[in-house]
């Protein structure tokens, strides 16, 4: 009597442990660029590729379809217009000139064009071209693929910043 | 026993009955134990901690309930439970990179979560409620997620026209069309076209048996004079459309064999004007002036030919036509005058225009191509075939059909047969009970299966008939994105309204132009109302733009002044007939509701008024940063030395105010111009006229983009 109310016991012990050791499947390091919507390689190191998400994707591609003409050394036509002008423009991912640039100045430069914020009028203004999830897609491009690599200012994250940002997505038109 | 014990329980059952209520007692609490250590119930007890140690800890917790929570989209028959785990998806404090998985915002995309839901595009389980089974392939629960690097084929089961947003898809649905894929494979909205591979109803009448042997064996290889491989055509970006397939020697004996043999109709060599060949066949420069109305006549925009620079060899020209470094070689004097001279008489559905040639040009440029494009050395290593013999013919025959040749090559009374190879409509949607894996070590997913199937079909199948092709590395991942999109008919009826056709597009013009149309083959280089290449502008509003007279003169004779081109159009040597029209049909169609050719008067425009303009276009707008007017400016936009005598000033005015309305994707900036400004610019820019007869008359084209 006694052995079979053990077996009973034991029994229901093994159900117990078996539900609650169910093993995890092991966790395979992912691939980071199988991670990423799109990727652009870096322009001083062919070897390293650089993840960018869905708009940071959009910004590439406006940038090679609108802007590598001027601010890129080769482009997808070939030569490049950029040796052709005086001052000549940065490179797109020039980070000693365009880091220092804030989000702010920079959406500015692009909308309004270069005679608006006091550098040369060759920069044309894309403020009726571009939307304004274009401009910020551009932005979001030129920041990761800086090289020396863009560090945002540091600032924490609190509530204040949140309402900021959300203001700056109603442009006063 | 006595009576008195009778009715009282015995000891051990007593124990019995102890030992059994505790264990009763501890199978209930088996349950809520489970209930309480369920995975989701740690990420949501996680989640409130990780949120009070944010500054923001009111506006994460403010939609926090501590059950399953779901998005359900009724509509699209949506129900997911991922937001249970991934509590900040929302969030846009917790965009940032530094905030842990699960709880980091989803990135920037155009469909928000809370109304797609997050299956739609990640695929997974939306109803499980335990990682691995949300994520992954288990024994109940088979769609996996699919890998972030592929998520565009998501976007490819909706949208089944070209998004600009997607890139990677756009890339591998272009190369499904590219490789013949349709060939042998029904896809999702790729339809079968006209002609795959060329017909080879009369291919002994082009090509020697040697050479379709050395062309079966190893497609598009180049040596050089010491017999090294310069350009493998499998190891750049020059892939030729026909694939290597796996023949044994017999094989390629039997098919070179079978395949010269057919030579029905023959060939009837052309007959030179004899004055024409007794002046040119004794000058020593007849092969140079060859080369130079080769060159002339921009055969390049279509054609590549191999250049060593520097050490280097390399492929140059376009990609629409067949590379010609070793026509030469290949092709049989009498066919390639005949070809030269009307392509539609060989192949019915060729894209070679039919030029306009002179006796003279023919002669020069078929002797060119005779003896400067050829390798003496191609069918050096080519094995004596000698005649083809009747049972060799007989088995390359069978070869033909059993090997696929069929489904993308004609033989006029050869049936082709449907559905060589397996319907891949649907390939996307399968799921991983469903594929066979073999012998290959590799993990058991879709996407995993595509890639190999693609680059290594014999490891998935022994038995395979696929080639096998040689990817760049993007280029894989962008043709596997482009078939896992390919998931046949929408799940679910709620799903079916927001499938975003592919638009139809067809130009088809009738009368003296269509005429023209297809004998010069515009739309395989020219976009007409969406439909065409392309190569070269949009003219779906030409005759708005052009003057009528540029727009002969420039039929007659092709000019550019950008010297970065290397494609520009070919002189096809029409006749003043011919040009005046194709223009008058132009002039008369191609008009843009935009331009009102009143708008412009040409009255208006004083040289005072002009003189504001060329103030306005070198100081305040320093539109030279992309124009070139006289000998400077930059490169970007067209030339300008002649737009007064090219454009129309109605067009010019309308094009200043906004371009995107005339040509969408021109990469010309839309300009805050007051009415004044555009029309001293219009005046300005209609005085720029060059007299027609000095050399480079007049740069074409809107945009770099679109001319290249």
Same mark, same amino acid.
């Given at each position: 009597m006694r052995q079979r109310a053990l077996l009973l016991f034991f029994s229901f012990a093994l159900l117990g442990v078996q539900f609650s050791c169910r093993g995890k499947a092991p966790s395979v390091q992912p691939d980071p660029m199988l991670q990423a919507y799109d990727q652009e390689r870096d322009w001083n190191n062919a070897d390293h590729l650089i993840p960018l998400n869905f708009e940071q994707a959009q910004g590439k591609r406006i940038f090679y379809e609108k802007c590598v003409w001027c601010h890129a050394d080769t482009t997808p036509a070939g030569p490049s217009n950029r040796s052709n002008l005086t001052p000549t423009p940065a490179l797109i991912n020039d980070g000693s000139v365009l880091n220092p640039m804030t989000d702010e100045f920079l959406k500015n430069i692009i909308t309004l064009g270069g005679s608006a914020m006091g550098k040369s009028a060759m920069m044309p203004p894309w403020g009726r071209t571009l939307s304004q999830e274009d401009i910020r897609a551009l932005i979001a491009y030129l920041r990761v693929v800086a090289q020396p690599p863009y560090q945002p200012? !540091?600032?924490? !994250?609190?509530q204040y910043s949140v309402k900021q940002t959300s203001k700056e997505e109603n442009p006063t038109k | 026993m006595n009576h008195e014990e009778m009715g009282r329980p015995s000891q051990s059952l007593r124990l019995t009955f102890a030992i059994a209520s505790v264990l009763f007692l501890f199978v209930l609490a088996i349950s809520p134990l489970k209930d309480l250590l369920q995975e989701w119930k740690r990420y949501k007890r996680e989640y409130v901690r990780f949120a009070q140690s944010r500054p923001d800890t009111k506006r994460l917790l403010a939609d926090y309930h501590p059950g399953i929570d779901q998005i359900w989209i009724p509509n699209l028959n949506v129900v997911d439970r991922c937001s249970t785990c991934h509590l900040g998806i929302t969030q846009s404090s917790l965009l940032d990179p530094s905030v842990p998985e699960p709880f980091r915002a989803h990135p920037i995309v155009p469909h928000r979560a809370q109304e797609w839901g997050c299956v739609v595009c990640h695929r997974g389980q939306g109803l499980a409620t335990e990682v691995s089974e949300a994520h992954k392939t288990t024994l109940a629960w088979e769609q996996p997620l699919l890998p972030v690097g592929y998520i565009q084929a998501s976007c490819g089961t909706c949208h089944r026209g070209e998004t600009p947003e997607t890139p990677q898809l756009n890339r591998g649905r272009d190369l499904l069309v590219d490789l013949n894929c349709v060939g042998c494979h029904r896809l999702q909205g790729i339809d079968r076209p006209a002609m795959i591979g060329p017909d080879l109803t009369n291919v002994g009448t082009k090509v020697s048996r040697e050479w379709i042997y050395k062309w079966l064996k190893e497609p598009r290889t180049m040596t050089d004079s010491n017999g090294n491989l310069v350009v493998n055509g499998y190891e750049n970006e020059e892939e030729p459309r026909m694939p290597q397939f796996r023949l044994k020697e017999e094989e390629l004996r039997a098919l070179s064999a079978f395949l010269s043999s057919l030579k029905s109709p023959a060939i009837e060599p052309y007959k030179f004007d004899p004055r024409v060949v007794a002046a040119w066949e004794k000058k020593p420069d007849l092969v140079q002036q060859g080369e130079v109305r080769f060159r002339q006549m921009f055969c390049v925009t279509c054609h590549s030919l191999a250049v060593t620079r520097a050490g280097e060899t390399k492929l140059i020209g376009g990609d629409i036509g067949p590379e010609l470094s070793k026509i030469g070689s290949k092709v049989n004097a009498d066919w390639l005058i005949a070809w030269l001279r009307n392509p539609k008489s060989y192949l019915p559905h060729a894209l070679m225009p039919r030029y306009q040639w002179t006796d003279e040009d023919l002669f020069k440029v078929s002797r060119y191509i005779q003896s400067n494009l050829t390798d003496p050395d191609l069918l050096s290593n080519i094995p004596a075939l000698g005649s083809p013999r009747p049972d060799e013919i007989q088995l390359g025959q069978r070869v033909f059909l059993e090997k696929g040749c069929a489904g993308c090559h004609v033989i006029k009374g050869t049936k082709s047969p449907t559905d060589f190879g397996p319907d891949l409509s649907q390939l996307g949607s399968k799921t991983v009970s469903q594929l066979l894996f073999g012998e290959a070590k590799i993990p058991h997913t879709l996407v995993a299966y595509i890639r190999t199937k693609i680059t290594d079909p014999l490891s998935v199948n022994p038995a395979a008939r696929m080639p096998q092709y040689h990817l760049k590395p993007g280029d894989l991942e962008a043709l596997t994105t482009a078939l896992l999109s390919m998931t046949g008919p929408p799940a679910t009826s709620g799903l079916a309204h927001l499938i975003v056709p592919a638009p139809q597009a067809a130009f088809r013009p009738a009368g003296r132009f269509g005429e023209l149309y297809e004998r010069y083959k515009c739309y395989v280089c020219h976009r007409f109302n969406g439909f065409g290449g392309t190569l070269a502008p949009d003219l779906s509003f030409e005759g708005s733009r052009a003057q009528r007279p540029w727009l002969i003169a420039f039929l007659k004779n092709p000019q550019t002044l950008r010297p970065a081109l290397t494609s520009r159009m070919p002189q096809f040597g029409m006749t003043e007939e011919e040009a005046a029209s194709l223009t008058d049909y132009l002039e008369m169609v191609t008009q843009s509701p935009s331009v009102n050719p009143e708008s412009a008067n040409p009255k208006n425009f004083t040289p005072e008024k002009a003189s504001l303009g060329k103030q306005l276009y070198e100081v305040k707008y320093q539109c030279q940063s992309c124009h070139t007017i006289g000998s400077g400016g930059g490169y970007v936009g067209p030339n300008l030395n002649n737009v007064g005598n090219w454009m129309n000033a109605a067009w010019i005015s309308a094009w200043l105010k906004n371009p995107q309305a005339l040509v969408p994707d021109t990469i010309e900036p839309r300009r805050d111009f007051t009415d004044e400004e555009i029309s001293a610019l219009t005046a300005y820019l209609t005085t720029?006229?060059?007299?027609?007869?000095?050399?480079?008359?007049s740069g074409k084209g809107g945009t770099p983009g679109g001319s290249q």
């Open positions: 200012p !540091a600032r924490p !994250a609190s | 720029l006229k060059q007299n027609p007869r000095a050399t480079g008359s």
